[in-house]
Structure formats: C-alpha cells, structure tokens
C-alpha cells in the first residue's frame, strides 16, 4: 500500500469495502489445517485397520472400538482418569480459591509470595515428576526419612510400591503443578471486584463469610468456570506426572487414559486402538466441556 | 563484493578437498543410530566412526544416540515418516515385529561368511527367523546371583547359595541382621519384571512357551517359580514393597550395602566399581530349584529394508565388529563376548566377576522372539505385581496372563 492510496479517500473507501472476512480467510485456513487435520486424522485412523508404522491398511469399522471396550484395562484407565481428573481439580480449586484472596490482599512480601507460588509453573512438569519421585522413593526418599526423623513411622514406608498411596501422591502432584495457572486466573477475577462492594457490605455489617459468600464467590463464578473447564482439559491429558512415577503401576491401577493410548501405540504397535482410545478421549472431553457450559450457562441478570 | 568473495572462497575450499580426498563426491553417506548403555556409548561409537572414516574414502559414516526409553518409539516414528537411519540399533525383543512387518533387512547375503562364522552361533542364532538373519548381536549378556560377602560372612553363611531353598534360608539371614538390610531383592516394577521372573521360572524347570506353541505363563512350574519369589517376600526377606522397585532400585540398595544378594548381569560390576568400590561382593550362579538356567539378552543392530546404501552399512559393520572395537567395547560396557574370538581374552576370562557370566552361557534361555512380546511382557508383569502383593494367588492371577498370551499368539 502506497502513501497515496492511504491519503486518497477513494483508496481507502475501496479498501473498506472488501468483505472483511477476505482479510482473515488466510489465517482460518491456516488454523482449520492445523487444528483439523490431526482431529480429521485421528477419526480416521480409529476407523482404520493400521499397522504400527501408521499406514492405513484397509477400512476397519467398529473393531478398534469394540477391541477398546473389550480391554478391562481401558475401562478401568477410564474410571481412573474420572478420578485423577475430579480429584486434582477439585483439590486444586479448593486450595487455589483461598490461596488467591489471600495473595489478592496487601501484605508485607506479597510479592515474593506471589512469585513463590508461580515457580511450580516455571518447572517443567517432568522434572517436577522426578524430584517427587526420589522424594517419596522408599529407600532412599526424603519424606521417610522426614518422617523418621520426627518419630512419627517406625519403618520406611515404600510408597510408590502401593497403588492406593501411589495414586494419592501422583494426584497431589498434579494439584501443585495446577495450582499456579488457576491461581493467576482467580487473582485476575478478584482484582476485578470493586472494593466498593465490601466497603458496603461493611457498613452493613456483613461478616467476612458473607462477604466471601455473596460477593466474592458469584463475582469469581465466571473465572472458576474458566479454570474448571481448563484444568479438566489439561489435567484429563495430562501425561507426565503418572507415566515418570509409576507407568501406569503397579499392575495397571494407576494407568489414565493417555498413558493407555499411549502403551497401545508406542509399546504394542497398536495405532489403530491408540486412536480409538484418542476419539474416546475427544469424546469425552467435548461431552463434559458442553455439559458443563449449559449448566452453568449465565443466568439471565445482571448485577 | 561479499559474494562474490565467499563464492570464491567456496570454489577454493571445493577445490581443495577434491584434491585432498580425490573422491569426496562419490563418498556414500551411512546414518547409524546407537542407544546409550552408559554415558561412554556414544563416544565410543563416535571414535570408531571416526577411524573407519578416516581408513577409507568411499563411506562416511555419522552417529546419533538415543536413550533406550526412547529408541523404540522414535525409530517406528522415522520408518513411517521415511526417515529411517541406515543401521538402527535394536533390543532383539523388537526385532521380531520389525522383521515380521518388513522394514529390516536380511543381513545373510550381504556380509561374507567368515564375517558370519567370527559370531558366537547362540548368539547370532538369535537373529534369525523364518530362514533370515534380521541383524547382528551388538550386546550380549547373562545373568548371576551377585552377593555381598561381608553381610553372607555376619549372618553366618560360608558360600554363595546354590539353591532357592539355600537362597530362602540365607536371605531370612541376612534380614534378620539389622531393619535397614534386607535378604535378597526382588524386582515388581518398571522395565524388565518379566525377566526378574524368568529367573525363578526357568531354574523351576517352566518355560515361556511350551513345545506346542502355548503360553507357558500358568504351568505348574510358573506357579512354583511365582510362590518360590512370593515366599521371600511374605517371610520378610525381600526389600519392602517389592511392587514400587524397579532394576535400579534393586542396583542402588546393593549398591548401597543395603542387600544380602540380587540377581543382575555384568553392568552391574561396572556401577559398583564406579559408585560402591567398597561394597565386597562375589557372583555365582543362578540358584536352582529343579535345573541350571541363566537369562540370557542380546541387543541386535540391523540394517534397514529402506537403506539405499545397504553394502555400504554393512561394509561398516564389519569394521565395528573388530577385535580391537569390540575388545573396547566389552571393556567400557562389561557385556559378554559375541565373538569366538574374545571368549579366550584375558580381560573376560581372569576377571571373576566377568567369567562367571561366560560359564553359565551354555544354559542361558532367551525371552520368546515373537510379534506381540511386549504386549504380553506387559501384562505378564501386572500379574505378577499382583501375585507379589499377596492379594490374588498365583496360580490364578497368571491365568489371565497366559489367557492374554494365548490370544496374542493366536493373532
């Protein structure tokens, strides 16, 4: 565009009136390609008899599917993804709600804590994996000998040998790797409430559970949605913690659908099943991210 | 006037090693991927690379390593995309699938014979299937029953156990001791279970598949070995929580001076002189219920079926499987000889550490070569974390194990 076509109003007029959707037809392509084409392909390789380097061999139906639901295995990762996934965002928006009202007040080394609390989010989440997996080891681990050492066990507990414990503790390390992310959300959603409205309630007299149940809590609903619907989405997926911990073990009870996905295509060769598993997952996610967006849906009032 | 600088410059650097080399351009380039036993694997294969380089002018050869976790993924990866390395370094439980689905080549017609006849035969036997030979054993190892002297010597015991029953009695020994030391460690988690069980499976007289082509995993004599382990864990002679302890687990707390006896192979001599050169230990074989068995392993090197310069690679594999590399290679990574020829040097054989695993070579068993083993090693090890966890017996959490086998075998 040349100076003149800028300055020329008969340019510009022209320039206006070129459907605006032309202008970001470029960038939609670009985005439909990369966002769909993996989607389109997974769909069809679930449908697919493939051999385990991806080539698609011949037209399959049903079969993956039915192989999937066929595997105790698959429904018994489903039901523990259900919980992994309920447990470490429900865990996490618990302690992240109060967490972020008290970052959200002024206090001497507010910022030192806020900067504190976002570390974990620096980390990646392998190495975060990792370190927790030489602190619970049960030899060696530091949290035995913690324990030891205030007398409060007698032998060293072996944590990870145990499904139970094993899965607590993956399920407690996915809480603080969540923790930073939903905080920052909710710190945004407080910072937005007018301190006029507690002032208010304070010449009310409101208590500070008041307070927090009729003003913070309806004004941060908007938020906790985003950070429940995102969470849900990132922690279902979410792949590093339990694989580096446990793989899956012992004995499969600790396996969630991504480290079952992926057994079937990188150590079995099964793809076709892995994509099966990968639709199920889409599947379910879409069904809750829907489910959750109409009941919550916002009530027709404002404020 | 800058490019025309660089261009000359180019041209003269062109020149120069035309002159130097004669035939730079017609040199064939070799992609050869290795996965790391120890940090010294890569530098190792980046030396020999370099001095078959510089012996010859006709092949260039490159290196790339990987970290065993990952090979196996990246190199199904690569063959998909067409991006394959010419040589690709394999476990030989792989091996299988890959010949099965053709993306190796036979090795047979493309190496001469005396290339061929220099390998130990069990070992080389191993790589082939279906009248081919679908690569070369890079690494081979036994397995021994590695001891700690100084925790035998306190709870009274003269010599290494020779049987299971000897082992049990030992073990209770040894744990008794003191609450931090335990008898004998027994792995249930991560990679390898399975072969933690092959152990006692095969000394019990089991094998992986019967001679009719059916899951051996539920015999009489997988049970015994299964209730042989389980003994030592419900009599308290294990390591706690049998079912959280992967290989290095077990390495470390022997390491550590921490347990009276694990079953490993000859890298283990390599970590304990690196990280525990005053734990005093002794290996031995195997101990056995009903007869002498050792696990045997073998790592494979293939060329690839999409490799457009096959004689080449193969021309480089007969350079790396020199004595002089490989005598290098016994001494940086402690497996055992695959060459005839390295069975009488001295470093394998004066050693006793290292002897040891030469001795039980003749009555080593290998896991089953067949498509599918993972998946079926996979869910041999859920059975058996749950038989050591004492929830379910053996004898039933196996069959579902050898159900699961059956069925992958029927495929």
Redesign the interface.
């Known amino acids: 565009m040349t100076d003149s076509s800028v300055n020329n109003p008969d340019g510009r007029a022209r320039l206006l009136k070129l459907p605006s959707v032309f202008l970001i037809l470029p960038s939609l392509f670009l985005s439909a390609l990369v966002i769909g084409y993996p989607i389109f392909d997974v769909l069809r390789m679930s449908i697919s008899d493939v051999?385990?380097?991806?080539?698609v061999r011949g037209f399959a139906g049903v079969d993956n599917f039915l192989k999937i639901f066929n595997d105790p295995i698959f429904l018994q990762a489903t039901n523990q993804t259900l919980i992994w996934t309920f447990c470490v965002v429900g865990g996490t928006l618990l302690i992240s709600v109060p967490i972020a009202i008290i970052l959200n007040g002024n206090f001497f080394g507010r910022s030192v804590a806020r900067t504190i609390l976002l570390l974990p989010w620096a980390v990646s989440m392998a190495m975060t994996a990792v370190v927790w997996k030489f602190v619970v080891?049960?030899?060696?681990g530091m949290l035995n000998h913690t324990l030891e050492t205030f007398g409060l066990i007698d032998?060293?507990?072996?944590?990870?040998?145990?499904a139970t414990f094993?899965f607590a503790i993956e399920i407690l390390v996915g809480i603080l790797v969540s923790m930073p992310f939903t905080v920052t959300i909710l710190m945004g959603g407080l910072s937005a409430i007018p301190d006029s409205l507690y002032e208010a309630s304070s010449i009310d007299g409101a208590s500070h559970w008041q307070k927090f149940i009729n003003i913070t809590l309806p004004l941060l609903r908007p938020f906790l949605q985003i950070s429940v619907v995102l969470n849900v989405i990132y922690v279902f997926n979410s792949f590093p913690i339990i694989w580096i911990m446990?793989?899956g073990?012992?004995?499969?009870k600790t396996d969630i659908l991504i480290t079952y996905v992926y057994?079937q295509a990188?150590?079995?060769?099964?793809i076709g099943n892995a994509a099966a598993g990968s639709v199920m997952m889409f599947a379910i996610l879409l069904g809750f991210s829907l489910l959750f967006l109409f009941i919550t849906r916002s009530p027709k009032e404002t404020l | 006037m800058n490019k025309l600088k660089y261009g000359s410059t180019a041209l003269c650097t062109l020149a120069l090693s035309f002159a130097l080399t004669g035939q730079a351009m017609s040199a064939e380039t070799v992609r050869v991927r290795f996965a790391e036993y120890s940090s010294n694997t890569e530098a190792h294969f980046q030396e020999v690379a370099a001095k078959f380089n510089a012996s010859q002018s006709d092949i260039v050869v490159e290196i790339e390593t990987l970290p065993w976790p990952e090979m196996q993924q990246q190199l199904i990866t690569d063959i998909s995309a067409g991006t394959a390395p010419d040589i690709s370094h394999m476990a030989t439980r792989w091996m299988a699938g890959f010949a099965v689905d053709g993306v190796l080549a036979p090795i047979e017609g493309l190496m001469s014979d005396d290339f061929a006849d220099s390998f130990v035969p069990t070992y080389l036997d191993l790589q082939k299937q279906e009248g081919h030979t679908w690569g070369l054993p890079i690494a081979a190892s036994a397995r021994g029953l590695f001891v700690n002297n100084e925790l035998l010597a306190k709870a009274g015991i003269d010599a290494a156990p020779s049987t299971w029953d000897e082992a049990y009695d030992a073990a209770i020994k040894i744990a008794a001791l003191d609450d931090a030391i335990y008898g004998i460690g027994i792995q249930g988690n991560d990679l390898d279970v399975e072969g933690y069980w092959f152990y006692s499976l095969w000394t019990h007289g089991g094998e992986v598949i019967t001679a009719d082509g059916k899951s051996g995993l539920a015999s009489e004599a997988a049970i015994a070995a299964t209730n042989n382990y389980v003994r030592f864990i419900e009599g308290g002679a294990t390591q706690p929580g049998v079912a959280g302890s992967s290989r290095e687990d077990l390495q470390n707390l022997f390491a550590a001076g921490k347990l009276g006896m694990v079953l490993s192979g000859p890298w283990l001599n390599k970590q304990l002189a690196d990280e525990a050169p005053d734990v005093s230990y002794g290996i031995s074989a195997v101990p056995t219920a009903t007869e002498a068995a050792t696990y045997g392993v073998t790592d494979t090197i293939s060329v690839l079926e999409s490799s457009e310069v096959k004689e080449e690679a193969v021309a480089f594999l007969e350079y790396m499987f020199n004595d002089e590399n490989r005598l290098e290679f016994g001494k940086i990574e402690g497996f055992v000889p695959v060459l005839k020829s390295m069975a009488a040097e001295p470093f394998f054989t004066e050693d006793p550490n290292m002897a040891v695993f030469l001795e039980m070579g003749p009555v080593a068993k290998f896991a089953p070569l067949v498509p599918n083993w993972e998946e079926m090693a996979e869910s041999l090890a859920s059975a058996l974390s749950v038989a050591y966890s004492g929830d379910t017996p053996a004898s039933e959490s196996l069959k579902a194990a050898a159900a699961k086998m059956d069925e992958l075998l029927a495929e």
Do not use: E, Q
């Open positions: 051999n385990r380097y991806g080539h080891n049960g030899d060696f032998t060293k507990i072996p944590w990870l040998a145990d094993a446990t793989r073990g012992p004995a499969n057994k990188f150590a079995f060769g099964r």
